[in-house]
């Protein structure tokens, strides 16, 4: 697929992908959720961070496109936001690590692509919000199944319920971002964090990130046994015996995600 609404980079294990509508503030139409899925479909174990943005200072993602969604009527309603959805969803359960770097608005769809990626750091512009009540509808691509996760229902229904934005430093106090920076160091601070995470075990990094985002939902028991089942593997992998070789013998380990 030939992408008209994405920008790709690539910088060793790194990719940064840019989402670029700046006539809309990079707000979601159909065309870019078709983009990204295509795009998150095809990554492949060259990229084992993946970092996603948005094009200008002003604005992460602004939202889903209201021009898009006024003429609607409800079969479709559900057909785009199951599209929503499942990209959304496949980008959270990506086997990588995944940074959301912010950079001013992140409303509706904007604050839920956010809320599908592991970490969330910002700029001191950004603004967070779900403000569909307004429109008359409820967040649609997952907003009020992460967001409550993320920040407790109490933060999260006020949110919904009032429609309000959060600046940045509120963000962070209530925990839906890890860190706020000026905008022109944020894209440096996220390729640092990503540069962290280069250094260690890809397969490691991975069964990490399964154990949390599915333990999540289970009980105690459920979780520990996942937790438990997953380490175990880890012993079946290159890896493992080449970190602690490594520290065995004082060396810096050389990783290959086997």
């Known amino acids: ?9 690539h910088k060793g294990g790194i990719t940064i992908l840019t989402i670029s509508a700046p006539k809309t503030l990079n707000a979601l ?25 948005g094009d200008g200072e002003k604005s992460f993602v602004a939202g889903a ?37 912010v950079n001013g608005y992140a409303l509706g769809g904007g604050c839920e692509l956010a809320m599908a990626c592991d970490i969330r750091i910002c700029s001191n512009n950004a603004k ?13 691509f997952s907003g009020t ?5 993320l920040i407790g229902q109490g933060y999260a229904k006020e949110m919904i319920y009032t429609g309000k934005a959060i600046r940045a430093d509120e963000a962070l106090r209530i925990g839906l971002v890890n860190a706020v920076y000026a905008p022109e160091e944020l894209m440096g601070k996220a390729m640092e964090m990503a540069e962290m995470m280069l250094k260690n075990a890809p397969v490691a990094i991975s069964l990490a990130k399964q154990s949390i985002n599915e333990g999540y939902d289970l009980d105690a028991d459920g979780a520990i046994g996942l937790e438990n089942k997953l380490f175990g593997k880890c012993f079946a ?20 995600g086997e």
């Open 1 to 9: 697929m030939e992408y008209n609404y994405l920008k790709i980079e």
């Open 237 to 256: 992998t290159a890896d493992q015996k080449e970190g602690m070789d490594a520290f065995l013998n004082k060396r810096e380990a050389t990783f290959k």
């Open 128 to 140: 967070f919000g779900q403000p569909e009540v307004g429109l008359g509808i409820i967040p649609g």
């Open 65 to 101: 496109d209201i021009s898009e969604m006024a003429h609607l009527n409800e079969p479709q309603g559900v057909e785009f936001g199951r599209l929503g959805a499942q990209v959304f969803r496949a980008i959270e359960t990506l086997p990588i690590p995944v940074i959301a770097a």
């Open 145 to 149: 199944y992460r967001l409550p996760k």
């Open 29 to 53: 139409n159909s065309g870019i959720l078709k983009e990204l899925g295509d795009f998150v479909g095809k990554l492949d174990a060259s990229t084992r961070v993946l970092i996603i943005t």
